[in-house]
């Protein structure tokens, strides 16, 4: 009987992380050894903050999940001691914080990751850790847009201040027929 039991936890673990890998904008595997108590304390602080789920979950588990979800291929990056993190927001938020760990200790590496439904490879998931983030897009994408609106107003403002220049030297006749 405690055989059926943890057969079915197993199984409902297994359907609640493919329905987390299913519905996650992306995700990264990462074989997360070699990282400090302090380190990775830090990390899922962060992980936290970005709205990112990063569990440690049997090679097993994982595998049937993905098998669940059609990620198949993410299986073959499976062994020895991994997590993987997952967002529902921010689809880069995974990739930038894990590589910052993956750049320093050496032994902590990005294995694999998915996005939006398709499965990338760990240069790809280092290529998306390398994009700015949504708020620098944001204001690089606001600033383009003003740029031009803000040279077209001192444009603007430079042929008002030049034709203001000569404005009380047409006006000065007027006022000198009105006093007549």
Known sequence: MPSKQILESKQAIVAELAEKIRSAQSGVIVKYQGITVGDDTVMRKKMREAGVEYVVMKN???????DEVGFTEIKEHLS???AIAISHDDPVAPAKILKEYADKIETFEIRVGFLEGKVIDAATVNELADIPSKEILLSRFL??????????ARAIQAIIDKQGEGAPAEEAPAAEQAAE
């Open 80 to 82: 020895g001691m991994n």
């Open 60 to 66: 097993s588990l994982t595998g049937r999940a993905c």
């Open 143 to 152: 600033g383009s847009i003003q740029s031009p609106i803000s040279g077209f």
